[in-house]
């Protein structure tokens, strides 16, 4: 969970005392009807239901009952510890040392993780050294790893884009079998299924961590009566209600130029393009536009050709999106400034300040929404998935079809934990590196995680058990509306998975640069602004590699 | 040393025998050589051309730190006293060796490299490829004529800082409050500023600066909406952090002009302007020009407010070369093309830093 949401609980007082009593109560009900006594003599057990041990952890420390410390991680790591003891005997990786890479974020990740694998490390008599790093010096760091060859890390905490650079160089442990039974890799949400975390049909990943965009938009503008009879008085046959297609979209972002904001008193504008790059982050929010176009039911590549790398982002499909950010900037649709806001800007500084009607974004937003003291938008925010597009680019026949398509946008898929290849030449050290990441990624584990602080989404479909939360203290309204565009978009048999490829972060930075002329007008039209950007993927791809690349691509898509 | 001038800074006379010269020839081609064959032997088990396994380069510098030791040592065996002095620069020189001209010179045979972190074959020379696409690079070459209207900006600053140091230099009230205050500026991080300013006070719905706009009368104020608007507001808020620098040299400038002159430039009748115009800005020149000279070099690395406030946007306006190659280099992991611009980039500061002070010190001191 992010802490946000938890801090928002904690000050909101949405748990009364009484409240997480009752929680106790129930739990203490379930915990005896399955068997399991509570407190210390709890019995960790890693059944696939494992309802009373769940119920057990989710108390500690009890929500609403102060943030977590690394005494609660380490109890976490200690009850969870059920499939390590089924696995490993006592003190089996006596004398192993392994190095751990992941990120030290608002000190949570690797801060977790150590109190985690405590218990595991007694337990097993392994030792973890710890390489803590900045977000923003992630990517350096481990491009810098791979290029140069100084592989110093056993595990690494990565993000599933990078699976390209790592996993297609052959420098990542296959998943054993055990393993993959350990943590119940069929409960994952469907877009964290094979293909990803697969390379070459073999498995990688354990995941612990979930990121799609979802849509979110302003209540109050939809319930606003004389927005309603405005854009009946305009001649629309449509109903004024929250818009599904990017067409629809558009039309609201038009319609509202001139419009005031009925919570702010301010100008009223429709949807937030961020138009202004945000080191590659910045292209997922005009993929968000372009996927319900782009994405094929029928074929899982929508980005680039996988027979011959050759960019799709100059089709009909792409150009239709840039097309549309390029009439709402012609209509005046936007706030001023708009060509220089980034995502950061169109969620923080303007969605969540009572500016705009609509964005997409990661989960951030809607738990910031009400759990954020900058937040005014908190009581007149709705979710939804991304949305759709009116008609569909088929590649393979070269023709739009029509009709609506849903194709929510998983950008940047999340987090995972890896084991590196160099652990393989040694069977002890190997069985221990993946009983860290299979500790890390177990399923009690994780619906901790996901409750409480800890950085990371509910990726699995036991996190979206809403009863759970509520027998541990939540507001079940809250954890549905917070939880449930993303489980609908992280489920959905069209979701748009991006491609996996060494460098899928040079090809975003370099259509940001494109796309900012392209919106300051610096070309002729949407089609040459989409040319531009087919142009320096091209190049890009060419030095990679492009035969490389290709089977790359195929491989990250499961062909 | 026979030569009595030499003879006068000489402590010691120094008798340095045959032996312990050829000692010292021994001990510095000695470690020389064996500095050549510790790169050879790296470089050669590198390449796998022997099948040596080394983990890392660090022989090399053990072996560059003996020959320096080896090279001191020389010094005092072959010179004695003369190379008892020389050990005094010896140890700073080696050190910017081993890390300004090294890197330099690995640098260079990077920029000639194709070189994608991403690229699974590697680093490979490409020749002159990385030219040919730089010379095509409208990116490139947008940043550099943005740097162009950059650094014409820092007439405009010199202007103002002027004024300012003549306005610290003179009695006025509260005259040192302001002189800390007009410094404030400079001690904030350029980061800090983006945030503080560009994010915050131009912040068009709630920022003061963009009310302020409004009730001028600026309907819909937009400090980063139109190319130039962009570029002039960034230059602002990079003088506004570097003007305080040029003011406090000129300050200091100033106050070392001895009174007399300025009494007696007025003794013979000059008035406010042609005392400024005629005794104290040309008796300022020589701290002028340094202090234009060491801004011209701050402004060419400008980049942090651009890479925080516009990414170079819109569409390039108010790109700097140095913020288009921390894209380059940092965001799409493109090192070979990313150090051939910051190659060139260097060689165009240093020839244009070279004219500069020539005409300068023509302009100066002129040969008639």
């Known amino acids: 969970m992010k802490v946000e949401i938890y801090d928002y609980l904690r000050r909101r007082g949405a748990l009364k005392r009484r409240d997480v009593l009752k929680g106790m109560a129930g739990a203490g009900t379930l915990a005896a009807f399955s068997g399991v006594a509570s407190g210390i003599g709890v019995r960790p057990v890693w059944a696939a239901d494992n309802a009373g041990l769940r119920a057990e952890i989710l108390k500690i420390p009890g929500v609403g009952m102060g943030s977590p410390t690394d005494a609660d991680w380490q109890k976490v790591g200690g009850m969870t510890l059920g499939p390590t003891r089924e696995t490993v005997a006592e003190g089996e990786f006596s004398g192993v040392e392994l190095t751990f890479m992941g990120l030290n974020n608002q000190n949570l990740h690797n801060f977790l993780f150590r109190g985690f694998l405590k218990?595991?490390?007694?337990?097993?008599?392994?030792?973890?050294?710890?390489?803590?790093?900045?977000?923003?010096?992630?990517?350096?760091?481990?491009?810098?790893s791979i290029a140069t060859g100084t592989v110093d890390f056993d595990i690494i905490e990565m993000g599933a884009p990078f699976e390209g650079d790592v996993l297609g160089r052959g420098m990542a442990s296959e998943m054993p079998a055990w393993v993959a039974e350990l943590i119940d890799m069929d409960d994952y949400v469907g877009y964290l299924k094979a293909p990803v975390g697969t390379w070459d049909g073999k498995t990688y990943r354990i995941s612990i961590d979930g990121d799609c965009h979802?849509?979110?938009?302003?209540?109050?503008?939809?319930?606003?009566?004389?927005?309603?009879?405005?854009?009946?008085?305009?001649?629309?046959?449509?109903?004024?209600?929250?818009?599904?297609?990017?067409?629809?979209?558009?039309?609201?972002?038009?319609?509202?130029?001139?419009?005031?904001?009925?919570?702010t008193g301010l100008d009223a504008h429709g949807f937030l393009d961020p138009l202004k790059g945000w080191g590659g982050f910045g292209f997922y929010f005009l993929e968000d536009r372009a996927t319900g176009y782009a994405k094929h039911p029928d074929d899982p590549a929508w980005l680039f050709d996988p027979e011959t790398m050759k960019p799709r982002v100059n089709n009909p499909a792409f150009v239709r999106a840039i097309q549309e950010v390029m009439d709402l900037i012609d209509a005046g649709a936007y706030p001023a400034d708009q060509i220089n806001a980034d995502p950061g800007t169109t969620a923080f500084q303007q969605f969540l300040a009572g500016t705009g009607g609509a964005l997409t974004w990661w989960g951030d937003v809607g738990s910031n929404a009400r759990t954020s003291?900058?937040?005014?938008?908190?009581?007149?925010?709705?979710?939804?998935?991304?949305?759709a597009g009116d008609a569909v680019w088929n590649s393979r026949t070269g023709a739009w079809e029509e009709g609506v398509n849903e194709a929510p946008n998983m950008a940047y898929i999340g987090w995972g934990v890896y084991v590196m290849a160099t652990v393989d030449s040694d069977s002890k050290r190997?069985?221990?590196?993946?009983?860290?990441?299979?500790?890390?990624?177990?399923?009690?584990?994780s619906l901790w995680a996901s409750a409480?602080?800890?950085?990371?989404?509910?990726?699995?479909?036991?996190?979206?058990?809403?009863?759970?939360?509520?027998?541990?203290?939540?507001?079940?309204?809250?954890?549905?509306?917070?939880?449930?565009?993303?489980?609908?978009?992280?489920?959905?048999?069209?979701?748009?998975?991006?491609?996996?490829?060494?460098?899928?972060?040079?090809?975003?930075?370099?259509?940001?640069?494109?796309?900012?002329?392209?919106?300051?007008?610096?070309?002729?039209?949407?089609?040459?602004?989409?040319?531009?950007?087919?142009?320096?993927?091209?190049?890009?791809?060419?030095?990679?590699g492009r035969d490389n690349q290709i089977k790359l691509y195929k491989a990250s898509l499961g062909m | 040393m026979s030569e009595p001038g030499d003879l006068l800074h000489v402590v010691t006379a120094d008798e340095i025998s045959d032996q312990r010269r050829a000692l010292g020839r021994v001990l510095v081609w000695g470690s020389f050589g064996l500095l050549v064959a510790t790169f050879a032997v790296l470089g050669l088990a590198q390449a796998d051309v022997i099948g040596l396994q080394l983990p890392n380069w660090r022989p090399a510098l053990y072996a560059f730190l003996f020959w320096g030791t080896c090279l001191g040592i020389s010094r005092v065996l072959l010179s004695g006293e003369q190379g008892k002095r020389s050990l005094f620069i010896l140890p700073a020189t080696l050190f910017v060796v081993a890390t300004v001209i090294f890197p330099l010179i690995f640098a260079l045979g990077i920029a000639f490299s194709n070189w994608n972190l991403s690229s699974l074959e590697g680093r490979s020379f490409n020749g002159l490829d990385n030219v040919r696409q730089m010379w095509s690079d409208p990116f490139y070459w947008n940043a550099l004529g943005n740097m162009v209207y950059y650094t014409l900006a820092i007439l405009v600053e010199y202007a103002i800082a002027f004024g300012l140091a003549l306005i610290l230099a003179s009695n006025i009230r509260g005259r040192r409050f302001f002189r800390v205050a007009f410094l404030l500026p400079l001690m904030l991080s350029p980061v800090a500023v983006s945030w503080m300013i560009g994010?915050?006070?131009?912040?068009?719905?709630?920022?003061?600066?963009?009310?302020?706009?409004?009730?001028?009368?600026?309907?819909?104020?937009?400090?980063?909406?139109?190319?130039?608007?962009?570029?002039?507001?960034?230059?602002?808020?990079?003088?506004?952090?570097?003007?305080?620098?040029?003011?406090?040299?000129?300050?200091?400038?100033?106050?070392?002009?001895?009174?007399?002159?300025?009494?007696?430039?007025?003794?013979?009748?000059?008035?406010?302007?042609?005392?400024?115009w005629e005794v104290t800005f040309p008796l300022m020149l020589p701290v002028s020009i340094t202090a234009i000279l060491i801004r011209v070099i701050f402004k060419l690395k400008l980049a942090d407010i651009i890479i925080n406030v516009t990414s170079g946007g819109p569409g390039g306006a108010t790109d700097s070369v140095t913020s288009f190659i921390f894209r380059e280099y940092r965001d799409r992991s493109n090192v070979g093309y990313g150090t051939l611009l910051a190659i060139v980039y260097l060689l165009l500061i240093v020839i244009a830093i070279t004219v500069f002070m020539k005409l300068v010190d023509r302009w100066m001191n002129p040969r008639y």
């Open chain 1, 430 to 445: 190997q069985k221990a590196a993946w009983s860290a990441a299979a500790h890390l990624g177990g399923k009690d584990l």
């Open chain 2, 199 to 276: 994010k915050s006070m131009m912040e068009v719905r709630f920022g003061p600066l963009a009310r302020l706009a409004r009730w001028l009368g600026w309907d819909r104020p937009s400090f980063f909406g139109d190319p130039e608007i962009a570029r002039a507001t960034i230059m602002m808020m990079d003088a506004w952090t570097y003007i305080p620098f040029m003011m406090i040299m000129i300050l200091a400038g100033l106050q070392a002009i001895p009174r007399e002159i300025q009494e007696a430039a007025r003794v013979d009748g000059a008035g406010g302007w042609r005392s400024f």
């Open chain 1, 373 to 387: 003291d900058t937040s005014v938008v908190g009581d007149v925010v709705g979710f939804d998935i991304i949305p």
């Open chain 1, 214 to 263: 979802t849509f979110a938009y302003r209540t109050d503008y939809y319930d606003n009566e004389e927005f309603a009879a405005a854009w009946k008085a305009a001649g629309n046959d449509s109903a004024w209600a929250p818009p599904t297609t990017w067409s629809e979209v558009n039309a609201h972002s038009k319609f509202l130029v001139g419009k005031t904001d009925p919570l």
């Open chain 1, 452 to 544: 409480y602080p800890s950085g990371f989404q509910p990726y699995r479909n036991s996190h979206f058990r809403y009863e759970e939360w509520e027998e541990a203290g939540y507001d079940r309204a809250f954890v549905e509306d917070y939880l449930g565009s993303n489980a609908d978009s992280y489920n959905h048999s069209n979701a748009a998975i991006e491609p996996r490829i060494p460098g899928i972060f040079q090809y975003y930075s370099v259509a940001e640069d494109e796309l900012a002329k392209g919106f300051a007008g610096q070309y002729g039209s949407a089609q040459e602004t989409a040319d531009a950007i087919a142009a320096a993927w091209e190049n890009i791809t060419d030095q990679i």
């Open chain 1, 119 to 144: 218990p595991w490390e007694a337990y097993t008599g392994a030792t973890i050294n710890w390489i803590d790093l900045a977000q923003a010096d992630y990517n350096a760091r481990l491009q810098q």
